[in-house]
Every structure is written in C-alpha cells, then in structure tokens.
C-alpha cells in the first residue's frame, strides 16, 4: 500500500478521501514522509526538510496533517522513544527496534501466532492492534563496535 501512494495523483487522492483539501503544502508534506518512511520521520524532521522551498508551511500544517491521517488510519504513530513522535506510513500493526545509540527506528517484522490474529482474545479482550517495541543497539551500530573505529 505504501509503494502504490508515492505519485502526486494518489497522493491528491489519499488526502481528498480523508477530508483534508490536497494543498501544495500538504502533498509535500506526505511527499516527505514516504520519501523517509524508513526513518519514521517526527513532524520536526518533516518541516525542516521542507522549511526553505516551502516558506509558508508551518509546524502546524505538518502536525495537523499528521494527525488526521493518523486519526483516518492512513499512518501510525509511534511512541517508541518515550519523548517524540514517530510517524510510520505502514499503518499495518507491526514492530519496532529502537536503537539506543544511532536513534533510528527499524521495522521487525514478527511472525508470531498474536499478531497473525486480528480478532483473537487476550485475557478476555479482543485484540484489535499489536505493536511492540523493542530497544537495544541496532546490527549497524554493532558492526561498526567490531571495527573498532568510528564507534
Ligand atoms: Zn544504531
Ligand atoms: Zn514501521
């Protein structure tokens, strides 16, 4: 789903069908989170990103967009550092590995028997979404503690 979004008229189509009018502003705005969707960019990363093309956005408009997408379903948004909000443009129920030392956030992708069952109860209640976070030291910054140098 996230691939098939990345060109402008989807882009125009994906806001119209959550009420918001595809401005200029708000098309980069999505242009950017899925041009950084690996990141799970925070509105932060987002406006300053657009800041100097785009003079008239403001952290507002990045932030209001954000969030009606996130209250539409189209993205998520993750809590995984305790202090910021991440945005994932993969609104499937998946995982994330933070990582303690690069502060990137990866997918994990968990084949495990909770999350393969939308609809499963737990203790009584019915599962809706899984999320987990994970947090440790990513298999980047692993590999550059072997080398030794540029730790
Ligand atoms: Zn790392
Ligand atoms: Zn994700």
Do not use: W
Request: glycine share 6%; aromatic share 8%.
């Amino acid at each position: 789903m996230i691939e098939t979004i990345s060109n402008l008229k989807q882009i125009k189509e994906t806001l119209k069908s959550i009420g918001l009018r595809p401005t200029i502003q708000r098309i980069r705005v999505l242009k950017t989170l899925y041009k950084y969707r690996y990141k799970h960019p925070t509105v932060e990363m987002i406006y300053d990103e657009l800041k100097d093309e785009l003079p008239v956005i403001s952290m507002t408009t990045v932030y209001n967009t954000m969030n009606v997408m996130v209250n539409k379903k189209m993205i998520q948004a993750l809590t995984i550092t305790g202090s910021d909000i991440h945005y994932d443009p993969n609104a499937e129920s998946h995982h994330h590995f933070y990582c303690n030392r690069c502060h990137q956030i990866y997918d994990i992708d968990l084949k495990c028997p909770l999350c393969a069952r939308k609809g499963r109860k737990i203790q009584g209640h019915r599962i809706e979404e899984m999320h987990g976070y994970f947090k440790g030291i990513c298999k980047n910054c692993l590999k550059k503690k072997k080398g030794g140098k540029n730790a």
